[in-house]
Nanobody, 130 residues
Framework: QVQLVESGGGSVQAGGSLRISCAAS????????VGWFRQAPGKEREGVAI?????????LYVNSVKGRFTVSRENANNTVFLQMNNLKREDTATYYC??????????????????????WGQGTQVTVSS
């Protein structure tokens, strides 16, 4: 059974950095990427980055985090990281990772949609204060 566990969330001041992790128990043959999503109170869940499990670890980002966030992976441990730099108050949210099928692994009109991400972690809170 696929289980995803996020860790590393916390509180940081604006301009600071934080790295969160996503450890997967396993990937299925359908898993082609791992996505990072976030959800702030009263807002819809939005995708921020994806990384392919193959394809040399290609990463894609939405514009709001491009240049500030970096997603990477450690294949030996099925772990994916999200390094977040120059954090802003609007980055405050619960961050989730999810395992996605091929149809999900893309950015379309600056959006990463949750459709096709079959397995989700429980989330980790990131709070950015001014």
């Amino acid at each position: 059974q696929v289980q995803l566990v996020e860790s590393g969330g916390g509180s940081v001041q604006a301009g600071g950095s934080l790295r969160i992790s996503c450890a997967a128990s396993l990937y299925t043959t359908n898993t082609k990427c791992v996505g990072w999503f976030r959800q702030a109170p009263g807002k819809e869940r939005e995708g921020v980055a994806i990384i392919y499990t193959g394809d040399g670890g290609k990463a894609l980002y939405v514009n709001s985090v491009k240049g500030r966030f970096t997603v990477s992976r450690e294949n030996a441990n099925n772990t994916v990281f999200l390094q977040m730099n120059n954090l802003k108050r609007e980055d405050t949210a619960t961050y989730y990772c999810a395992a996605g099928r091929a149809i999900a692994c893309m950015v379309v009109k600056d959006q990463i949609l949750p459709d096709g991400f079959d397995y989700w972690g429980q989330g980790t809170q990131v709070t950015v204060s001014s």
